[in-house]
């Protein structure tokens, strides 16, 4: 259920869509996450904390590639969201993205949820 659109932002080959779903954010980029386009997540994700909300959701299921640089957008997201009191939590990663967390450690760090669902309902 959409509580309400907090937001979007559009680059070409990244869409990000935001949308409150209380206690939590649902951040879902869709495309291409690297360096020419990291901004476009990390603005929405800083806002969010910015504007209190610090149980990010990131639903991955439209994200088709993942660099180290939209990797780091996520590890700066989670320290801020977790310094709040709350954390950023993964859904439903392509393998392509999987694979990014999995050969650089950074699965270990992140609650990975098979569903959207399951995300808002943890």
Request: net charge negative; charged share 20%.
């Amino acid at each position: 259920m959409d509580r309400g659109t907090v937001g979007s932002a559009q680059g070409g080959r990244l869409l990000v869509e935001v949308r409150a779903e209380s206690p939590s954010v649902v951040v879902t980029p869709a495309g291409e996450l690297d360096h020419h386009t990291a901004d476009l997540l990390r603005e929405p994700l800083e806002t969010c904390l910015n504007d209190g909300f610090s149980r990010l959701v990131v639903d991955c299921s439209r994200l088709e590639f993942m660099d180290s640089t939209g990797l780091n957008v996520l590890l700066g997201a989670r320290l801020k969201a977790e310094a709040a009191g709350g954390g950023v939590h993964l859904v439903a990663m392509q393998p392509v993205v999987a694979r990014v967390f999995e050969i650089t450690g950074a699965d270990a760090v992140f609650t990975v949820h098979e569903t959207l669902e399951a995300a808002l309902t943890s």
